[in-house]
């Protein structure tokens, strides 16, 4: 039953269901739908949920595994085996390393002194021995969980750089920029730091900018940038084709260690400025006298 109250105005309003604190618009008294609803929840609910068993959450676990390691692979780091002796004594054949492959995403372009893979090139591999992988070292080679056996990739270290000018003069010492390099600490024993042969061993070239010259650490057993100088790069790798830095020798277990830059690529006076920057302090001064000498000239002529 509604009941009226007049207000000031003379209108009347109406209490109804929706206005009572005390009823519900269908009559129901307040608490009893939450009530039946929590009666109804608690009825469905046959207990707490079953853990799936370990076989059926096992699938789930090895995708996961399989993602994030095609990740790291792909951004991170990747797994390369040495396929030949041509970086002896630093790297023997059958030595697994680890390549970072994250810098160059963050522009981080190659080094003097880094041992550095790279895509071939220019057919550097044409005629050397190749390996027919098995359907299982195919995909673990594809997600990096083994080193793959089908890219043409090919590992030395960075000798000079966009700008420098590296040359071998009989069987050495290498120079780059005029400087000669202390190669004793990485240079195969018994080897010479360059090669006194027609091939390539003697030299002198400069490194355009976007390219890397690149030579084995057993210098007289590595088809390296001296050998491929009539290629269609004269023996350069371009920048873009290198894969990363190999930072640790990973496996065998006993040959584990980092690979850091020899202390002879540090030099004083290794780096020298290009001769487009050694223009560059004298043109400032150039264009203040421009503008000096004709205002000079004027207020010599006022009388």
Same mark, same amino acid.
């Given at each position: 039953?509604?009941?009226?109250?007049?207000?000031?105005?003379?209108?009347?309003?109406?209490? &109804?269901?929706?206005?009572?604190?005390?009823?519900?618009?269908?009559?129901?008294? *307040?608490? =009893?739908?939450?009530? %039946?609803?929590? !009666?109804?929840?608690?009825?469905?609910?046959?207990?707490?949920?079953?853990?799936?068993?370990?076989?059926? =959450? +096992?699938?789930?676990?090895?995708?996961?595994?399989?993602?994030?390691?095609?990740?790291?692979? %792909?951004?991170?780091?990747?797994?390369?085996?040495?396929?030949?002796?041509?970086?002896?004594? %630093?790297?023997?054949?059958?030595?697994?390393?680890?390549?970072?492959? +994250?810098?160059?995403?963050?522009?981080?372009?190659?080094?003097?002194?880094?041992?550095?893979?790279?895509?071939?090139?220019?057919?550097? +591999?044409?005629? =050397?021995? %190749? &390996?027919?992988?098995?359907?299982? @070292?195919?995909?673990?080679?594809? #997600?990096?969980?083994?080193?793959?056996?089908? =890219?043409?990739?090919?590992?030395?270290?960075?000798?000079?750089?966009?700008?420098?000018?590296?040359?071998?003069?009989?069987?050495?010492?290498?120079?780059?920029?005029?400087?000669?390099?202390?190669? !004793?600490?990485?240079?195969?024993?018994?080897?010479?730091?360059?090669?006194?042969?027609?091939?390539?061993?003697?030299?002198?070239?400069?490194?355009?900018?976007?390219? #890397?010259?690149?030579?084995?650490?057993?210098? @007289?057993?590595?088809?390296?940038?001296?050998?491929? !100088?009539?290629?269609?790069?004269?023996?350069?790798?371009?920048?873009?084709?290198?894969?990363?830095?190999?930072?640790?020798?990973?496996?065998?277990?006993?040959?584990?260690?980092?690979?850091?830059?020899?202390?002879?690529?540090? !030099?004083?006076?290794?780096?020298?400025?290009?001769?487009?920057?050694?223009? +560059?302090?004298?043109? *400032?001064?150039?264009?203040?006298?421009?503008?000096?000498?004709?205002?000079?000239?004027?207020?010599?002529?006022?009388?």
């Amino acid at each position: 039953m509604e009941s009226a109250a007049s207000t000031a105005d003379g209108a009347v309003t109406s209490r &109804t269901a929706g206005n009572d604190p005390d009823v519900m618009e269908d009559g129901a008294v *307040p608490g =009893e739908a939450g009530r %039946t609803v929590s !009666q109804g929840s608690a009825a469905g609910t046959a207990g707490p949920r079953k853990p799936r068993s370990f076989w059926k =959450e +096992l699938p789930i676990l090895i995708g996961i595994a399989l993602v994030l390691a095609l990740l790291i692979k %792909t951004f991170l780091v990747q797994a390369f085996s040495i396929p030949s002796a041509s970086m002896q004594n %630093t790297l023997q054949e059958g030595d697994r390393v680890l390549v970072d492959k +994250l810098t160059p995403w963050f522009g981080s372009e190659p080094e003097r002194g880094e041992v550095v893979v790279f895509h071939d090139p220019d057919n550097w +591999l044409a005629g =050397e021995a %190749t &390996t027919d992988p098995n359907a299982v @070292q195919k995909v673990l080679s594809w #997600i990096g969980l083994m080193p793959s056996a089908e =890219e043409k990739d090919l590992i030395k270290r960075v000798i000079g750089v966009g700008g420098d000018t590296v040359e071998c003069k009989g069987t050495g010492p290498l120079t780059v920029n005029g400087h000669a390099l202390n190669e !004793q600490d990485y240079v195969y024993a018994g080897n010479t730091p360059c090669s006194d042969d027609p091939g390539g061993g003697t030299f002198k070239v400069k490194v355009p900018k976007g390219y #890397i010259w690149v030579m084995g650490d057993h210098r @007289q057993d590595s088809k390296d940038s001296r050998y491929n !100088q009539n290629d269609r790069h004269h023996g350069m790798v371009p920048v873009k084709d290198v894969v990363g830095r190999a930072i640790v020798k990973a496996w065998p277990i006993n040959r584990w260690g980092t690979l850091p830059v020899p202390d002879t690529f540090g !030099q004083t006076g290794l780096d020298k400025p290009s001769s487009a920057a050694a223009v +560059l302090p004298a043109a *400032p001064d150039a264009v203040v006298l421009a503008g000096v000498v004709p205002v000079a000239l004027w207020r010599r002529r006022r009388p």
